[in-house]
């Protein structure tokens, strides 16, 4: 090969998550939305999951050495700019993801703390909560809980945005160096996701719910659409502006596409932008 010819690179996302074999969640999610954003995507599979959009049938957990052989061998070949992580079922998944965000240096680090699916599957053991926060948050750039998530890491139901506030300064004491909380629960017409730092840095991103039965995903899209704009090199509130907008869009043109039974997921492939191209 005439590496004198080579001058470019792609951005690059490596997602270290589970995959959902009905495609609207998890590893799937994840490379449809790098690659609408116009980074190149890669993955770590941490889980397999049997489910469509109706819910979960079955979880076969990856290997822990295997988990780390994945993320390994793209890491030290192709390299990774930005990182999303999401469902890690269990403590010596986190573990191994730990030790890898330590060996390879890893930063810019989007942590999506997946415990239950959007049809109510709980996806992590009990065990591998704590593992989760104590492993992980420090390691993290920024979580990405929903108000379930939050409350059940907090201890307690969140009904009201000031829950949400109180919430996530609890979520920086336990280690996190800064909070996207999703009020997407809360009930009303519109939506309301907090950003929250150790900095000291915060802001409120509020706009009208769309009406859709198609949200399978929301979460993993958000996240990685964050872990995606870092990449491409946007500071961390303008990549958090820039996926909630991405998130949108996606929502509002799958609103009325019928996929499956269930929930069915966002149209990922609304606005795809071409691939990215970054000096070597």
Known sequence: MNTQ????????????AGSDSGGGAGIQADLK??????????TAITALTAQNTQGVRAIHGVPP????????????DIGVDAVKIGMLHAPDIVQAVADAIDRHGLRQVVLDPVMIATSGAVLIEDVAVQALVRQLFARAVLITPNLDEAGFLVGRT????????????????LGAQAVLLKGGHLAGEQ??????????????????????????GTGCTLSSAIAAHLALGQDLAGAIRGAHAFVRQ????????????????LNHGAAPQAMRLRPL
Do not use: K
């Open 65 to 76: 050495a295997m988990l780390a052989d994945q993320i390994d061998a793209v890491v030290e």
């Open 5 to 16: 010819t080579l001058t470019h690179r792609y951005p690059r996302v490596l997602s270290i």
């Open 158 to 173: 969140l009904h009201t945005e000031q829950d949400m506030q109180d919430a996530a300064m609890q979520l920086l004491g």
């Open 33 to 42: 939305t790098f690659a609408a954003l116009g980074c190149y995507g890669m």
């Open 191 to 216: 939506v309301s996701d907090l950003f929250i730092a150790r900095t000291g840095e915060s802001f409120w991103i509020r706009a009208p719910r769309i009406a859709s039965p198609n949200t399978h």
């Open 250 to 265: 996606a929502l509002q043109a799958g609103a009325h596409v019928r996929t499956g039974a269930g929930s069915g997921p």
